[in-house]
Nanobody
């Protein structure tokens, strides 16, 4: 069992960059698929990016392709979401989620969730 904890959110101008981090609270995400989700104000939570438990497959929602990159260090102590060319519509609370032996896809199951970190992009 892991408890993800996000960090790195903040206020940034449109066109800027931020890197979010997700730590496993004293453990590693060794056999876990990881996903980043976000919930814009007044909207439902949506999938942003993920990778499968082996780490060989990555997935992105269309709106962030070419701008966001999900990655991890070795041995998966921390998962990152590098966000570039940020837009006001990227404003949301960003969540990190984990699932043991998971697929890392948008419709995959995720059992463990972090509390979220706020990202605000000003125009």
């Amino acid at each position: 069992q892991v408890q993800p904890v996000e960090s790195g959110g903040g206020l940034v101008q449109s066109g800027g960059s931020l890197r979010l981090s997700c730590a496993a609270s004293g453990r590693t995400f060794g056999n876990y698929a990881m996903g980043w989700f976000r919930q814009p104000p007044g909207k439902d939570r949506e999938f942003v990016a993920g990778f499968n438990w082996r780490g060989g497959l990555t997935y992105y929602t269309d709106s962030v392709k070419g701008r966001f990159t999900i990655s991890t260090d070795n041995p998966k102590n921390t998962v990152y979401l590098q966000m570039t060319k940020l837009k006001p519509e990227d404003t949301a609370v960003y969540y990190c989620a984990a699932e043991k032996w998971g697929s890392g896809t948008a419709d995959g199951s995720y059992t463990y969730w972090g509390p979220g970190t706020q990202v605000t992009v000003s125009s």
